[in-house]
């Protein structure tokens, strides 16, 4: 059964970075696209950042510029260093598998993780 683990998150002020891990374990990792989402209490979940299988990458325009999505396939994890932190970033965020990489917020491979709390400070 597949596990999505995130890390790497925590308290910072506005324009500080994170960097947040997202661990997958029992599956054929290299082949999927990923991506990372949040949300926040009462909203629902949106998509921030997705990265193909082959390494292209693609965002949300509210992130543009300031999040970088990779991957390391050796190590089953997909990262997002968050750059230049606004208090509207502060959600919990999620990874997942698309299938689709044009439609990230469509059909997902696994089930959600716990994800990891980001609280930004102005």
């Known amino acids: 059964q597949v596990q999505l683990v995130e890390s790497g998150g925590g308290l910072v002020q506005a324009g500080g970075s994170l960097r947040l891990s997202c661990a997958v374990s029992g599956s054929r990792f290299s082949g999927y696209d990923m991506a990372w989402y949040r949300q926040t209490p009462g909203k629902e979940r949106e998509w921030v950042a997705v990265?193909?299988?082959?390494?292209?990458?693609n965002y949300a325009d509210s992130v543009k510029g300031r999040f970088t999505i990779s991957r390391d396939n050796a190590k089953n994890t997909v990262y997002l260093q968050v750059n230049s932190l606004k208090p509207e970033d502060t959600a919990v965020y999620y990874c997942?598998?698309?299938?689709?990489?044009?439609?990230?917020?469509?059909?997902?491979?696994?089930?959600w993780g716990q994800g990891t709390q980001v609280t930004v400070s102005s």
């Open positions: 997942n598998a698309p299938f689709d990489f044009q439609a990230p917020m469509a059909l997902l491979r696994f089930p």
């Open positions: 990265i193909g299988s082959g390494g292209t990458t």
